[in-house]
């Protein structure tokens, strides 16, 4: 059973608009949430995170928000750049970290020229 | 630069025979994961590491094996590869097992067992 689900496996947006990548959960252990981006032929590179205690977390461009009574986060790039084009995989780790970072299938994000 | 190296970057082996893949961090981090990426399944854990001297089971640890010898190195074995261990394979670390912190990732190495 998949307990991180990313339902869109990919996105295609226009250079300068939002890039908005959705992620869901289904166990409510779960209280830290990471995005990692990851380019062809490399490995994930970590992009932000969110702990439970909060519903927003910004870093530049980038934004995470997370709705826990819907067990739902989501991931807000903008504006989007060419270079931002990857695999985004969300990432949720159960109450007081654990081994075990328990990851979606990832959400292919294009950006257009 | 500090970070995560594997070894081999990619591999063609035949099916039955044993491999090795190489891990080390120069970061002095307490825990180590390795996972396989294959398409359409996201990243699937296969063995951690807490720290030296430990190692657990993930979520798909059939046919492999680890050992933590020290806190550097953390090898994955194959004994007898099998087409379905097919995959892309990634090492991993934290500083802390039990602390709301970011893994850091290897480059992968690209298994295809025929």
């Known amino acids: 059973d998949q307990q991180v689900k990313q339902n869109s496996p990919s996105l295609s947006v226009q250079e300068g608009r939002i890039s908005i990548l959705n992620c869901d959960y289904t166990?409510?252990?779960?209280?830290?949430f990471l995005w990692y981006k990851k380019y062809p032929a490399e490995g994930p590179t970590f992009l932000i995170s969110?702990?439970?205690?909060?519903d927003k977390n910004e870093d530049g461009r980038f934004t995470v928000f997370l709705n826990k009574s819907a067990k739902h986060l989501s991931l807000h790039i903008v504006p989007s750049q060419p270079g931002d084009s990857a695999v985004y995989f969300c990432a949720a780790t159960p109450q007081g970290g654990s081994e075990k970072l328990v990851f979606g299938k990832g959400t292919k994000l294009t950006v257009n020229p | 630069i500090a970070g995560i190296t594997q070894a081999p970057t990619s591999q063609i082996l035949a099916a039955g025979r044993r491999m090795t893949l190489r891990c080390t961090q120069d970061m002095r981090h307490n825990a180590m994961y390795w996972y396989r990426q294959d398409l359409g399944l996201g990243l699937r854990l296969i063995h951690y590491?807490?720290?030296?001297?430990?190692?657990g089971k993930g979520e798909v640890p059939d046919g492999y094996s680890v050992s933590r010898a020290n806190t550097d190195d953390f090898p994955l074995t194959l004994a007898s590869a099998v087409p379905s261990q097919t995959s892309v394979y990634f090492c991993?670390?934290?500083?802390?097992?039990?602390?709301?912190?970011?893994?850091?990732f290897g480059q992968g190495t690209r298994l295809t067992v025929v």
């Open positions: 969110i702990s439970s205690i909060k």
């Open positions: 991993a670390s934290k500083a802390q097992p039990y602390m709301n912190t970011e893994a850091f």
């Open positions: 590491s807490n720290t030296a001297g430990t190692t």
């Open positions: 166990n409510s252990m779960f209280d830290y």
